[in-house]
């Protein structure tokens, strides 16, 4: 499985940013695929995750301004962040896992390598 991140950048607070990861074609249909983040010097955490095309979930402290989704035509996973915040400073991480919901108990076996996003006050 392959995941390839896209979409970070430098913006200023209430900045949006929309992140992309590529899933190579033979595992995009099949996993549960999600987005998590680290900050310097902290620990990783879950962000957002998606089951199906309907079936998503998304942590308390983004929901309402971070939105997962999906192209399927393009094995493509999204991640639009709107109203951004210093606090969302952190580099972003796709990560893939075996079927589950919800998605957020999956144990994420792949991952991308990253694209970093930083917001300034």
């Known amino acids: 499985v392959q995941l390839v991140e896209s979409g970070g950048g430098s913006v200023q607070t209430g900045g949006s940013l929309r992140l992309s990861c590529v899933v190579s074609?033979?595992?995009?249909?099949?996993?549960?695929l999600g987005w998590f983040r680290q900050a310097l010097g902290k620990e990783r955490d879950w962000v957002a995750c998606i089951y199906t095309d309907s079936m998503t979930s998304v942590e308390d402290s983004v929901k309402g301004r971070f939105t997962i989704s999906q192209d399927n035509a393009k094995n493509t996973l999204h991640l639009q962040m709107n109203s951004l915040q210093p606090e969302d400073t952190a580099m972003y991480y796709c990560?893939?896992?075996?079927?589950?919901?919800?998605?957020?108990?999956?144990?994420?076996?792949?991952w991308g390598q990253g694209t970093q996003v930083t917001v300034s006050s």
């Open positions: 074609k033979s595992a995009y249909r099949w996993y549960t």
């Open positions: 990560a893939a896992a075996a079927p589950v919901w919800p998605c957020q108990r999956g144990i994420y076996n792949y």
